[in-house]
């Protein structure tokens, strides 16, 4: 299942993006049972979490990026948020929405939006 990411670009250090990620319909019925979240690869690199959130609000985030980025869900829409505050150049990253059913251990993603921070 493919979902839709959109929101990257390039910024200098110090600035903001804000990523977004919506779900299709052919698991919209069951976005609510899905934990979101946001993986980033950066080259030469493997993918590492980013952040993640449940269906009831919980997050989680990676050290790197604790206090300048916040992750979203709005249930209603099928959608997940990241924004990204502080942006650093070791911020850029293909970065990749995920969606997790815990319930199958099955992972969906998205196609990945590039994020490129210069200095």
């Known amino acids: 299942v493919q979902l839709q990411a959109s929101g990257g670009g390039l910024v200098q250090a110090g600035g903001s993006l804000r990523l977004s990620c919506v779900a299709p319909?052919?698991?919209?019925?069951?976005?609510?049972?899905?934990?979101m979240g946001w993986f980033r690869q950066a080259p030469g690199k493997e993918r590492e979490l980013v952040a993640t959130i449940t269906n009831q609000g919980t997050t989680n985030y990676a050290d790197s990026v604790k206090g300048r980025f916040s992750i979203s869900r709005n249930n209603g829409r099928k959608t997940v948020t990241l924004q990204m505050n502080s942006l650093r150049p070791e911020d850029t990253a293909v970065y990749y929405c995920?969606?997790?059913?815990?319930?199958?251990?099955?992972?969906?993603w998205g196609q990945g939006t590039q994020v490129t921070v210069s200095s």
């Open positions: 995920n969606g997790h059913m815990v319930s199958t251990a099955t992972d969906s």
């Open positions: 319909r052919t698991i919209s019925s069951v976005f609510s049972l899905i934990i």
